[in-house]
């Protein structure tokens, strides 16, 4: 390697699979540069947050990140790890320094047949980073106030319009976006989907939401207009869009095969609703793509607590380690492309060969050995499925 990864580890079970696919699956491989932030929850409060904006800031710099799991703390974590504050979700304070647009895709395998029978082809995800509910106000509101939204213009002129008239106590937030991020989501999607030569379908609620939905509907389709629709059409690919509401009834009745654009709140629902069906959240890749071309590469699972238990517990653990494998295999291998080193690259496929190898020759982790249709499945414990792809690979290599 020549340029380094930004690396930035993680919580929980995910912690201790990081470490495990480093030592078995790439350190014995790959001279590894990396620049290390260590996001795990006890040294983020240490440095109240600061790792994380670091870590993002590196990853500008620098270009290609790969991310282990994180805890987002809720009031049981502040209690668990006596964190100064409830620090905010590293994913979301990441996507905000970068912007960009997620891509989550499911790995497909053999043995593993998706509970939608018509879905034949990965449907990815794009999810954007920015807003909405992510970047929100809000309070409760006490019986008798009257809430109002005001625009204050730099000559100090109000707009105001109300929300409500609290006669009884209540809730309320304030959400926001931006015509330059909902651009750059929508040219990310539109350069995705032409890159990987699938259709794009983005859906909204713009009926109901007639300015803020609507503005994200409007500036999609004069992007698509103005600089698309001639290279959508070269390509053989498509650009649709429709409702929140059909869109998921097109899903449903679909094969796959597509790119699925969602605003953030949508990516975030649907994105575990897709890999659900599709099998398991541990096969589930994620990459961040920011408009000024950097790639942050992660899994779309969280730290498997209920596994880093057992594993505290001396208990042996099958945690799926394919996602984060693939992120790490994800950052690699464009490394490899940006730094014109192939043999980067082409371990990088090995790797991933490797790995699926050994899932459709029948060796695999619990979650996936009890949906596996193989009539020669084993499920093994979590170091052992990455010495079963090590062995694989020395063969592959
Ligand atoms: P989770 O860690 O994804 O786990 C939910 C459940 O899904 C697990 O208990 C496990 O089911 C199954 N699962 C997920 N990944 C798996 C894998 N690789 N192998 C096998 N089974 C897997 O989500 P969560 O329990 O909602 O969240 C736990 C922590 O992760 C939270 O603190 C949350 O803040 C954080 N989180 C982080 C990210 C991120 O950094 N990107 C994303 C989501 C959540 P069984 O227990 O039934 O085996
Ligand atoms: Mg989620």
Avoid at 68 to 93: D, F, H, Q
Avoid at 171 to 187: K, M, T
Avoid at 234 to 255: K, M, N, P
């Amino acid at each position: 390697m020549s340029t380094p990864l930004v690396e930035m580890d993680g919580d929980e079970m995910t912690r201790i699979i990081w470490k495990m696919i480093k030592d078995i699956l790439i350190t014995p491989y790959v001279d590894l540069k990396t620049e290390y932030y260590d996001l795990g929850l006890k040294h983020r409060d240490e440095t109240n947050d600061q790792v994380t904006i670091d870590a993002a800031n590196a990853t500008k710099r620098l270009g290609v990140a790969v991310k282990c799991a994180t805890i987002t703390p809720n009031a049981a974590r502040v209690k668990e790890y006596n964190l100064k504050e409830m620090w905010k979700s590293p994913n979301g304070t990441i996507r905000a320094i970068l912007d960009g647009t997620v891509f989550r895709a499911p790995i497909l395998v053999k043995g593993i047949e998706p509970y939608i029978p018509t879905w034949k082809k990965p449907i990815t995800i794009a999810r954007h980073a920015y807003g909405d509910v992510y970047k929100n106000t809000e309070m409760q509101v006490p019986a008798g106030c009257k809430a109002e939204l005001v625009v204050t213009d730099e000559q100090g002129n109000e707009t105001r319009k109300l929300v409500h008239e609290f006669t009884t106590p209540g809730v309320l937030q304030g959400l926001h976006n931006l015509d330059n991020s909902i651009s750059s989501f929508a040219r990310s999607c539109f350069n995705y989907a032409l890159d990987t030569k699938q259709d794009i379908w983005f859906a909204t609620k713009d009926t109901i939401s007639k300015q803020y939905d609507h503005r994200f509907k409007d500036i999609f389709q004069e992007i698509f207009d103005a600089e698309y629709q001639e290279k959508f059409a070269q390509a053989g690919i498509e650009y649709f869009y429709t409702l929140i509401d059909d869109v998921v009834a097109r899903v449903i009745r679909s094969e796959g095969g597509y790119i699925w654009a969602c605003k953030n709140y949508d990516g975030d629902v649907m994105s575990d609703m897709v890999a659900t069906a599709f099998g398991s959240l541990g096969m589930m890749t994620s990459v961040l793509v920011s408009p000024d071309g950097t790639y942050e590469y992660e899994a779309a699972h969280g730290t498997v607590t209920r596994h880093y238990y057992k594993y505290l517990n001396g208990e042996k653990t099958s945690t799926n380690s394919i996602a984060t494998l693939f992120a790490w295999t994800g950052a690699l291998r464009k490394r490899g492309e940006l730094d014109g080193i192939t043999e980067l690259s082409v371990f990088a496929d090995k790797l991933e060969q490797a790995a699926i190898q050994t899932i459709e020759e029948g060796v695999m982790t619990g979650d996936l050995e009890r949906l596996s249709t193989l009539p020669n499945k084993r499920s093994v414990d979590t170091e052992t499925f990455l010495n079963e792809i090590n062995s694989r690979l020395v063969a592959l290599l």
